[in-house]
């Protein structure tokens, strides 16, 4: 399911100012990346001289218990590019 920009704006305004959630959906949106491309980021993949990030490692879950893994395919480590209104949060 995709949102339009402005479904994204609707969404986040329903959320309280101090909920985490806004800033994460808007991210979300935003990248492109996938749930798990996202819990599986480190620091050290945000490039914010080169405005960028690199998809690299993925969380997943095998039974119970979530552990670092690579992403779905060749293609799915790749550089992500970020919009300036990502890294000031909206």
């Known amino acids: 399911m995709f949102l339009t920009p402005a479904q994204v704006t609707a969404v986040c305004a329903q959320l309280r100012d101090e909920n985490p959630l806004p800033t994460l959906i808007r991210f979300a949106a935003y990248t492109g990346l996938r749930a798990a491309e996202i819990a599986g980021l480190r620091v050290g993949d945000v490039d914010f001289d080169a405005v960028h990030i690199?998809?690299?490692?993925?969380?997943?879950?095998?039974?119970?218990?979530?552990?670092?893994?690579?992403?779905?395919?060749?293609?799915?480590?790749?550089?992500?590019?970020?919009?300036d209104r990502q890294l000031i949060g909206g």
């Open 54 to 83: 690199e998809v690299r490692q993925t969380m997943k879950r095998i039974g119970n218990v979530w552990t670092v893994g690579t992403p779905k395919s060749k293609r799915s480590t790749r550089t992500v590019p970020l919009l």
